[in-house]
């Protein structure tokens, strides 16, 4: 069991540091590529978008061909897309160097999101999500924190070195323990892959299950475009102290999949999505009460983030119980659902909506009132299966 689930978080962290590594030094990118805040966001959210693209043709390839074949031609895309960041001299190589590691990191992701569902049971499976989920918030505590010290040190580019480094690594230890999954039988005609997603986006319970995923992710991808623009112009903090305060948010992601492990043993994911989800209604607070002291605005991306390290677990369970034999597929759709479509509405919003702490309050709370509606219909569907 360990190997497996050690192997899962390895593979779940590329697409994390690919995402985290640039978001505190993203004011010294856009100074030293001579882009916009805007056009420097462009640069993060063209990671996520082809990173969501790249999902819906690599979940359909998992489940026909296996994890294998998969893993190795994503690490070494992810791979050249890194080198491509390192020697970046100008926007345009940038840009070519983002969009890369968004296709390479698909395959990793996707497949470390269906791994313990596909090796794992029962109590076992459980106890492994819980864990995955905790390892993503300690991989989303310390990218930061890293990127702001090795940016002191080397720069940003420089960092991005160290980034090959790690996934050289992980490519090894891959190939020396990954064990090839099962195949199915699946056509991958664009007509047959469009009815698979289209059967589906159809599905209500599919949506609302999915809508765990979705609206957390939304709110991370504003905030995070968000934050580190506000604490440097607002606040006055450097790329190192962006690095070590964007530290303090990714602490309620840690406490919040802390917890969904202990109550798992006994309650129902559902308990848990109910429970945890007036951190959102504190964060609300918090922005519209404390919006002129960083640390409050800083503990209110906080109480989101316990919010999506309770739900991300929630998530990875039932959607492994609900489409056991498509996994890859049904993961795919909800990555680039999320990625694609979130990730520009995310960039939309912080180009055209947000213009200060009350705005983004708002944002918090429409969002946490589509929760409970969500949860209220997961509550009357899906409670049987929560109870397995």
């Avoid at 690919?18 to 420097?40: E, F, K, M």
């Avoid at 759709?333 to 009350?358: H, K, M, T």
Wanted: net charge positive; charged share 10%; glycine share 8%.
């Amino acid at each position: 069991m360990f190997q497996v689930v050690f192997l899962a978080v390895l593979l779940m962290s590329c697409s994390q540091l690919a995402s985290q590594i640039y978001i505190p030094v993203l004011p010294n990118i856009t100074d030293s590529l001579q882009l916009t805040p805007s056009q420097g966001q462009a640069a993060v959210i063209s990671y996520f978008t082809t990173l969501g693209a790249a999902q819906l043709l690599v979940g359909p390839l998992r489940d026909k061909f296996g994890d294998r074949p998969l893993f190795f031609s994503g690490l070494g895309i992810l791979l050249l897309g890194t080198v491509f960041c390192s020697i970046a001299s100008s926007a345009e190589v940038f840009f070519i160097g983002r969009v890369l590691q968004g296709i390479g990191a698909a395959s990793p992701v996707l497949i470390g999101r269906t791994l313990l569902a596909a090796r794992l049971s029962g109590s076992e499976l459980k106890s492994a999500m819980a864990t995955l989920s905790m390892s993503v918030s300690v991989t989303a505590i310390c990218s930061p924190f890293l990127a702001g010290v090795l940016s002191g040190w080397v720069g940003w580019q420089g960092m991005s070195w160290f980034a090959f480094a790690y996934y050289i690594l992980i490519l090894v230890y891959g190939y020396k323990t990954m064990q090839q999954s099962s195949k199915i039988t699946m056509s991958l005609r664009p007509k047959a892959l469009f009815n698979e997603y289209q059967s589906l986006l159809l599905n209500r319970s599919f949506i609302s299950l999915a809508s765990l995923k979705w609206l957390p992710t939304f709110l991370y991808l504003t905030i995070q475009l968000y934050l580190p623009f506000l604490l440097a112009r607002q606040f006055g903090l450097g790329a190192n102290a962006i690095g070590q305060a964007m530290m303090i948010p990714m602490f309620g992601l840690l406490i919040g999949s802390i917890l969904t492990k202990v109550l798992q043993r006994k309650r129902t994911y559902l308990d848990i999505v109910i429970w945890t989800w007036p951190a959102l209604v504190v964060s609300v607070l918090l922005l519209l009460f404390a919006s002129g002291s960083a640390l409050a605005v800083l503990l209110a991306y906080a109480a989101i983030m316990f919010v999506f390290g309770a739900y991300f677990p929630s998530y990875m369970h039932l959607i492994g119980v609900l489409h056991p034999e498509k996994a890859g597929t049904a993961n795919a759709l909800v990555g680039a659902v999320e990625l694609l479509f979130f990730s520009c509405v995310a960039w939309l919003v912080n180009r055209w909506l947000l213009s200060g702490v009350e705005s983004l309050a708002a944002l918090v709370f429409g969002c946490a009132l589509l929760l409970f509606i969500t949860w209220r219909h997961l509550r009357t569907v899906l409670m049987p299966i929560c109870k397995e």
